[in-house]
């Protein structure tokens, strides 16, 4: 399945939204608690998973900004938004390619910038160019869902780390963003936000995919596995072995490790 199609995404967000640390959620509604109004651009929205997660626990007005570079996510996004926050706010899309970094349009007139399961996927040179953008606006920074690089697979096998190592050899490569972070990218972040003074604050949000979650399980075993064959750390019949043992194993567990990360300028 593709990993930024609308059925993936559909199929993963409630893990997403289940995986979210509270603590730094509670720290970012504390932050927005004062408004009567908050101005919001989400980056990399998809099909908008991560404002339909945050915008109800938010109690102010709302003015939301979707950007993805996917017109067909965004037409979608669009059909499932439309009763998130009746009467409480509105919601705009924008089509755009972002990945050169340069956001200072995007994030100015902002009180919030925010995003999902995106910073992985991008550079740590881009990373340093998109938090400076978002500072210089004096906009509050969240983000959720930041692959982490760690993961584990129950029962345990042998094959456990060589596999994790491997994916995160993968996860370096160019997603469209230069040279990926990977798990790199929630360090990047708070180094690159602490540099202009801001208060960071971090927590863990693991996926835990048990049996709630079996086809999500099932297509991140596959995924795992094509991305490590492609970094030649499998071999494809071994790699199939694997996902059929696993398939039939009631017990089995995949742990994916993901950080949240929050921004706040200073006062």
């Known amino acids: 399945m593709n990993a930024f199609s609308k059925d993936w995404l559909a199929l993963r967000e409630p893990a997403d939204h289940a995986a979210v640390n509270h603590h730094v959620r ?23 998973s991560n404002f339909r997660g ?12 979707l950007v993805d570079y996917d017109a067909g996510l965004l037409a979608h996004a669009e059909t499932l938004n439309h009763d998130v926050i009746p009467g409480r706010g509105e919601v705009a899309y924008r ?10 349009e995007l994030a100015a007139g902002n009180d919030l910038v925010t995003a999902a399961a995106l910073f992985d996927l ?12 978002i500072c210089d606006a004096g906009a509050a920074f969240y983000t959720v869902l930041t692959y982490d690089g760690i993961a584990a697979w129950l029962p345990e096998t042998p094959a456990a780390s060589d596999l994790r190592d491997a994916f995160n050899r993968h996860q370096r490569g160019d997603k469209g963003f230069g040279p990926a972070a990977g798990p790199a990218a929630t360090d990047a972040l708070r180094k690159a936000f602490e540099r202009h003074g801001y208060t960071t604050i971090t927590g863990k949000s693991p996926w835990i995919l048990d049996e709630g979650f079996v086809e999500l399980r099932r297509e991140t075993d596959r995924g795992w596995v094509a991305a ?18 696993r398939a039939n194993d009631p017990d ?4 994916v490790g993901h950080a949240d990360l929050l921004a706040l300028p200073p006062a």
């Open 252 to 255: 089995a567990v995949t742990i």
């Open 122 to 133: 991008i550079s740590e040179e881009t990373i340093a160019r998109m938090a400076g953008a």
């Open 228 to 245: 490590v064959v492609e970094a030649d750390g499998l071999t494809v019949e071994d790699g199939e072995a694997w996902l059929d043992n």
């Open 95 to 104: 089509q755009l390619d972002f990945s050169d970094g340069d956001i200072a």
């Open 54 to 65: 945050l915008a109800p626990d938010i109690a102010c007005r709302q003015r939301w900004t």
């Open 26 to 48: 509670r720290s970012l509604l504390a932050h927005l608690a004062a408004r009567e109004t908050v101005s919001i651009v989400d980056l990399g929205c998809g099909t908008g």
